[in-house]
């Protein structure tokens, strides 16, 4: 069964500090990526993906993720926080081909950065 | 560039209530889905659409009913409002079902039922 985990609720971070925020997963096959983020009464904005290539992708917003096939994981991650950073972050993941090409999402992580 | 509109932003209902909660996009999308967001229960697929014409069930269906009969409108209608569908709607859509991953998303509806 495919899944998704966001082993952290909460990741508290520093304003100007480097951040991660950590995704695992689990699917048959090859994985297809996402990162989303929420900010507050506002709807899911795509931040990036991984399809194939390059295990680090960029995305929006200076946000970066690194693809770790080995260890099944996709962290999302960004040099320098800011405090504008601060939201729910979403991690999904999908089959790459097949009938089941549905979103499987995690439950979310609420990133605070810090002044 | 509207993107994705919802309406209503938010409603109160009481039990037993029936309401259509609207879901417009202008970007020529073929997929279109409507999501629930609960706290700690992330968010769940209700219905969605490959094409007008053609809807299906995602994992929480049981309550609502959608249509679409045009590319452009994605309706979501609560047949008999109850307190466990107390929730944030969410309509989503992208350009076809092969681009899942990538979805556009409205600002949400928030829905009360009493």
């Known amino acids: 069964a495919q899944s998704v985990a966001q082993p952290e609720d909460q990741v508290n971070v520093a304003e100007g500090n480097p951040l991660t925020v950590k995704c695992t997963y689990s699917v048959s096959g090859n994985p297809y990526l996402f990162w989303y983020v929420q900010y507050p009464n506002r709807g899911l904005q795509f931040l990036l993906k991984y399809i194939t290539g390059d295990n680090l992708v960029k995305g929006s917003y200076g946000f970066e993720a690194e693809f770790n096939k080995s260890q099944t994981s996709f962290h999302l991650k960004k040099p320098s926080a800011l405090v504008s950073d601060s939201a729910l972050y979403f991690c999904a993941v999908r089959r790459e081909a097949g009938n089941n090409r549905k979103l499987i999402w995690g439950l979310g992580t609420s990133l605070a950065v810090n002044p | 560039n509207a993107g994705v509109t919802q309406t209503p932003k938010f409603q109160v209902l009481k039990t037993g209530q029936s309401m259509t909660l609207q879901c417009a996009q202008d970007?020529?999308?073929?997929?279109m889905s409507w999501y629930r967001q609960d706290p700690g229960m992330g968010l769940r697929l209700i219905h969605y659409s490959v094409g007008a014409g053609i809807t299906d069930q995602g994992e929480v269906p049981n309550g609502y009913n959608v249509s679409r009969s045009t590319t452009e409108d994605f309706p979501l209608r609560l047949l008999s409002a109850a307190p466990s569908q107390t929730s944030v709607y969410f309509c989503a859509s992208t350009r076809s079902r092969q681009n899942t991953g990538e979805l556009f998303f409205g600002e949400g509806s928030r829905l009360t039922v009493l």
């Open positions: 970007m020529n999308h073929e997929y």
